[in-house]
């Protein structure tokens, strides 16, 4: 594919910003009323507000024809198809035949993998009702009350987002626990609480040979046989959700109490698949259900609509605007909710290990900047800390807000309070506030203060709100991301598909970790590491 830079949508953006140079949305939204109209867009119950970004008619004209020319829709088709986009790791990108809630046929090999699919969501649907229900029941005959989902990145920080955010709908009986850090702290401050014989752990791996998901997985095993009448226990009390048969069947664990999904699921677009059993324990299986419906509505809106009125295709363009064109170096994603506080992490993994890549999907060097640093916190909390950087920092940051009209918790004006903060943040970030106007609220002597007390607002941000978080719409919220994501990396030319970056850090992991077992570091150990493991082990001998 042409390198990005030398196409000519890319030079004729970068020619539109020179003109519209120092334009300031204050003088755009006095200069035309219907602004925040014709910048916001909805779909499957989102609304997207982009009137705030610095774009004009012109500028999303220019984007569109980008998408065009970098092949956006055809490469959205060739995923919805099935072929095997993710070249790198020779495999499809089916996540969206997770959610394909009417059906539709989606052959890979010959086969129509939504059988597969179906089946496993019954098995799942089954299991759900059994421990919901009370029938499946402990070793001790009670029913199970504690759910422990051990599992890292794609296995672990869907699940913890989507179960956090959707707390109002859990089974009351039922707590769910995360284990994720090869810090043995995790698995014992989790693991403290806990009856073994009302606990339920869900090993959750694709590969099922991540070091640090089958060390808390033996941990868990030892802990639970340690109170355990008999070995027999075992098959009561662990599943496991994987794409490895073989593996699961050496751990220990029945294959009769595995729940299959496949290598055309990238693991951080697996909350869809067996990996959102936790999920579907947590809510239920119907609202499991409603998940996927809602991201089944985002799905085939992102797939039918136009590219000028389709929403993940929209903010895409716009990050890319932000960041490339208008020197963003940072995106914030500010959930004014408290049930979505891991969605900023969340979204981490999602956009950073899919986009964070410097070669072209052809293996040549990338010049121009990628998928941009996220973070984030929710609404208020973040305005007390790093909220000023981006009102007032040398650093232009794009934010997305994102905002639920009700609460699952109406408790006397909290909401209201919480929605005003939002929306006055969002206003403060785009108005700023002038010299003149500093100058109107100083009393005398506060000369001085003039320059700390302005802002120059004009800076870029996106307002995703919605009525309320409910299954559904946070289903389409996700699947709306992930489709942003795929986008832009479809726009830099990207395989927004495989992570060859996390593997070295892997491979150097296990001579260290020999080394360390050893007591004594290697003598092909670089000097820096070295001389840290002499220090590490020497703390320990001294105990
Ligand atoms: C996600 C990544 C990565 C993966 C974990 C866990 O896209 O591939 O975060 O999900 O490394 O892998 P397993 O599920 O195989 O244990």
């Given at each position: 594919?042409?390198?990005?830079?030398?196409?000519?949508?890319?030079?004729?953006?970068?020619?539109?910003?020179?003109?519209?140079?120092?334009?300031?949305?204050?003088?755009?939204?006095?200069?035309?009323?219907?602004?925040?109209?014709?910048?916001?867009?909805?779909?499957?119950?989102?609304?997207?507000?982009?009137?705030?970004?610095?774009?004009?008619?012109?500028?999303?004209?220019?984007?569109?024809?980008?998408?065009?020319?970098?092949?956006?829709?055809?490469?959205?088709?060739?995923?919805?198809?099935?072929?095997?986009?993710?070249?790198?790791?020779?495999?499809?990108?089916l996540h969206i035949a997770l959610r394909n809630c009417e059906d539709r046929p989606i052959i890979v090999e010959g086969a129509n993998v939504m059988d597969g699919v179906d089946a496993v969501l019954k098995k799942m649907m089954t299991f759900c009702h059994q421990i919901r229900s009370g029938d499946w029941q402990g070793y001790t005959g009670r029913p199970i009350t504690d759910i422990v989902n051990i599992g890292i990145g794609g296995s672990d920080l869907g699940p913890v987002m989507i179960t956090e955010a959707l707390k109002p709908y859990a089974h009351k009986r039922l707590s769910t626990h995360f284990i994720s850090n090869v810090d043995g702290t995790h698995a014992a401050e989790v693991l403290k609480p806990l009856d073994p014989a009302t606990t339920l752990f869900i090993i959750a791996s694709k590969t099922f040979t991540t070091q640090e998901t089958i060390a808390n997985a033996v941990t868990a095993r030892d802990w639970f046989l340690a109170k355990a009448p008999n070995k027999q226990a075992v098959a009561k009390h662990f599943v496991a959700l994987s794409t490895n048969t073989k593996a699961v069947a050496e751990f220990g664990i029945d294959t009769e109490n595995m729940f299959e999904f496949w290598d055309w699921v990238g693991g951080r677009y697996s909350l869809w698949s067996a990996i959102g059993l936790s999920i579907a324990l947590s809510i239920g299986f119907e609202d499991f259900e409603n998940l996927l419906e809602g991201a089944f509505e985002m799905d085939e809106h992102f797939r039918l609509t136009p590219l000028e009125r389709n929403l993940p295709?929209?903010?895409?363009?716009?990050?890319?605007?932000?960041?490339?064109?208008?020197?963003?170096?940072?995106?914030?994603?500010?959930?004014?909710?408290?049930?979505?506080?891991?969605?900023?992490?969340?979204?981490?993994?999602?956009?950073?290990?899919?986009?964070?890549?410097?070669?072209?999907?052809?293996?040549?060097?990338?010049?121009?900047?990628?998928?941009?640093?996220?973070?984030?916190?929710p609404g208020t909390n973040g305005q007390h800390s790093f909220h000023q950087l981006i009102h007032q920092g040398t650093r232009k940051i794009s934010c997305d807000f994102i905002l639920p009209a009700i609460s699952h918790n109406p408790l006397g004006d909290h909401h209201l309070m919480l929605m005003a903060n939002a929306l006055a943040q969002a206003q403060a970030l785009m108005l700023g506030k002038t010299e003149d106007e500093v100058r109107a609220e100083l009393k005398p002597g506060e000369e001085s203060l003039v320059p700390h007390k302005q802002f120059s607002g004009n800076r870029p941000t996106t307002t995703v709100a919605m009525k309320k978080l409910t299954p559904a719409t946070l289903g389409a919220l996700i699947a709306m991301y992930e489709h942003k994501v795929f986008v832009q990396g479809v726009i830099w030319g990207l395989n927004s598909f495989d992570q060859w970056g996390v593997e070295l850090g892997k491979q150097l992991a296990k001579p260290i970790l020999a080394e360390l077992k050893a007591g004594k570091p290697g003598d092909a150990q670089d000097a820096s590491t070295k001389a840290m493991m002499e220090r590490l082990l020497a703390w320990r001998k001294e105990g």
């Open positions: 594919m042409t390198a990005l830079d030398t196409t000519k949508p890319w030079q004729d953006l970068f020619a539109h910003a020179g003109r519209i140079g120092q334009m300031h949305l204050r003088d755009e939204f006095k200069r035309d009323p219907q602004r925040a109209q014709r910048f916001t867009f909805e779909a499957a119950g989102l609304l997207a507000d982009l009137s705030k970004n610095r774009i004009t008619d012109e500028t999303l004209k220019l984007l569109c024809d980008l998408a065009r020319a970098r092949g956006v829709e055809d490469w959205r088709d060739r995923m919805f198809k099935g072929e095997r986009i993710n070249t790198t790791e020779n495999r499809s990108v295709v929209l903010l895409a363009l716009v990050g890319v605007w932000n960041a490339n064109i208008q020197g963003c170096t940072a995106h914030a994603v500010l959930p004014y909710d408290q049930y979505l506080h891991r969605l900023p992490a969340y979204l981490q993994q999602l956009d950073m290990e899919s986009n964070g890549k410097s070669v072209t999907r052809e293996g040549t060097a990338c010049a121009w900047q990628t998928g941009p640093i996220i973070f984030g916190e």
